[in-house]
């Protein structure tokens, strides 16, 4: 591209760099984002994997935020063609002896169906539920939505609020437990707490690291805000760049950035990989890994001691996701329907971890790069969203919790193993919903953990939340203490991605955070709220 000058520039299209440009563009800022790939949207990506028609949500599938983060309300992303359905029954477990769980947007089902398993789970349940319900949106956007405190801080805030003694699962001894002791002390049941670990697992949080206990409340009190967007998750990409556009901002797509320019000692534009450069008057933000960030966009010189090696050691996520997108001629009826006909009609479907314990066997098992005996998710998200499948059909998908490097013949491997594996994932569908059989499956694809990595450049590993969920790493330690406040040491270059606090998924969190500080900085007039 031509060489040029604007306020600010954004590293990468994915939905924190597209939030953070329109954010700055509508305070007044001459805005450009610069983009690797051929399309903007990063991990919210809808491809017809399969066959025409079929709209296969590659990577996010799963919208959990929406009508918590203030970012859809800010940019008014429904008039921009942004739509969503928000299933009546959320999730659900079938287990191998027949049985089904269910979790409804209604407690007083959800609570139902616990009760078949156990009545003490159910009241347990429904104690934690209603117990957090009053100052859940105010704790989680205190927690994600402002640049991160401390554990110690948060502690502190809740009992300033009042609400620690009521709230026992917040209470400080959470933060030495891991999701599992959690569990083991509050549920009896095996398969209620299986079905409680499958879903916290969804969203990156493992069942056995010390400490996650602490995030089980709010995951819990947030159980039934999955949806499904309409169209596929880049219609959510897409509500976002005509919002960018209109309020002036331009990607440039296909304009992979190289280097950051940094003279003395403030990052005043980029150097994109077609050898061309953009300057920046006011900020540059990355949006990207830290590797590339750091190792590779600045040298090392500007960064003092210390840093880069941080950078290099901030762990990643130890697990990846492996998928089968499929395209179908019906969607499943479950074995399990005869015992809980609601499971017919529920969203993500666990098909296969009957207890905690066989989750944490697929932990080791994964950590030490081997397959697993396959227990995957299921969705169809043509249950919801007719549009996503050509009349009549279905769009499936099954995602399984899996390692980034087998073990043998690492990443590469994927490539000669993901068939075989899809097969079995497949098989254990069926399994649990026969008519799946004959004929029902047209065609299926697979995207492996090293397909992540190929397609998304920042997705190191197959990270799929640009680093470890672990209490080591969230909060004022994400990714590195002196990282945690979204500026860096160059002057006048910002973190505003998944690498931040809280972490990945379709959060929005890490760009209004970043936002928050860049006002501060800059002296922005918060017109948001
Ligand atoms: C298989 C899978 C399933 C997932 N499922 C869910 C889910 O159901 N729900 C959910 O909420 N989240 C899910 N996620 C996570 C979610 O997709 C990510 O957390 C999210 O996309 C992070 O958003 P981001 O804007 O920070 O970064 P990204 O979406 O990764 O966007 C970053 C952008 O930067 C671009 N880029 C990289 N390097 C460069 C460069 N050098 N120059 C220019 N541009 C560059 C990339 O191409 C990309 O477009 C899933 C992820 C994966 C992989």
Same mark, same amino acid.
């Given at each position: ?52 028609? =079929? ?78 319900? %009053? ?51 509050? =549920? ?59 309020? %002036? ?255 990945? =998924?379709?959060? =929005? ?21």
């Amino acid at each position: 591209m031509a060489d040029a000058t604007y306020d600010a520039v954004i590293i990468g299209a994915g939905h924190n760099g597209l939030a953070l440009g329109t954010y700055l563009a509508k305070s007044g800022l001459e805005v450009a984002i610069f983009e690797k790939r051929a399309e903007e949207g990063g991990g919210l990506c809808t491809e017809e994997l399969t066959r025409p028609g =079929f709209l296969h949500n590659v990577h996010c599938n799963y919208h959990t935020l929406v009508g918590v983060s203030p970012v859809y309300r800010d940019l008014e992303l429904d008039k921009h063609g942004l739509r969503y359905e928000k299933p009546e029954v959320q999730m659900g477990s079938v287990f191998d002896d027949g049985t089904a769980l269910t979790v409804h947007r209604d407690l007083d089902k959800t609570c139902a169906s616990i009760a078949r398993f156990s009545q003490k789970d159910a009241d347990t349940f429904r104690r934690l539920v209603e117990e957090t319900k %009053g100052y859940m949106d105010l704790i989680l956007t205190t927690l994600m939505f402002t640049p991160p405190l401390s554990m110690n801080d948060i502690t502190k805030a809740l009992v300033a609020w009042g609400v620690e003694d009521k709230a026992e699962f917040l209470s400080v001894h959470l933060r030495r437990l891991n999701i599992n002791q959690f569990l083991d002390q509050h =549920f009896e049941n095996e398969k209620v707490k299986a079905h409680i670990a499958f879903h916290t697992s969804l969203g990156g949080y493992s069942t056995d690291r010390k400490g996650l206990a602490v995030t089980l409340p709010l995951l819990v009190g947030k159980i039934d805000n999955w949806h499904v967007c309409v169209g596929g998750s880049h219609a959510l990409a897409h509500a976002l760049w005509e919002g960018f556009a209109h309020a %002036g901002g331009r990607v440039f797509l296909q304009h992979g950035v190289d280097r950051i320019i940094v003279e003395d000692g403030k990052a005043v534009g980029l150097e994109l990989e077609d050898g061309s450069s953009v300057r920046a008057r006011q900020l540059v933000a990355s949006s990207i890994n830290l590797e590339q960030t750091f190792l590779k966009m600045v040298d090392r010189s500007v960064l003092p001691d210390g840093f880069a090696e941080a950078a290099e050691a901030s762990p990643h996520m130890d697990w990846s996701y492996f998928s089968v997108h499929l395209a179908m001629t019906r969607p499943p009826q479950y074995k399990a329907a005869q015992f809980d006909p609601d499971i017919d009609q529920a969203w993500v479907v666990n098909v296969g971890y009957d207890s905690p314990a066989a989750i944490n066997k697929h932990w080791e098992t994964m950590r030490s790069g081997k397959l697993p005996n396959a227990c995957p998710n299921a969705a169809v998200n043509s249950l919801f969203d007719p549009t996503d499948a050509p009349e009549g059909h279905y769009t499936g998908l099954l995602r399984h919790f899996a390692p980034y490097s087998l073990n043998p013949g690492g990443p590469e491997a994927w490539d000669q193993m993901a068939k075989e594996f899809a097969v079995s994932c497949i098989e254990k569908w069926q399994e649990a919903a026969p008519n799946l059989k004959d004929g029902a499956i047209l065609d299926w694809a697979t995207y492996s953990p090293l397909d992540i990595s190929r397609r998304i450049p920042n997705m190191v590993q197959g990270d799929w939340m640009g680093g470890l969920i672990d209490l080591d790493n969230m909060l004022d330690q994400r990714p590195f203490p002196e990282l945690s406040q979204y500026q860096t040491p160059v002057k006048s270059l910002y973190m505003c991605g998944a690498t931040q606090h809280p972490h990945g =998924f379709i959060t =929005f969190a890490p760009a209004y955070n970043a936002l928050q500080v860049i006002a501060d900085d800059y002296d922005l007039e918060r017109w948001w709220r």
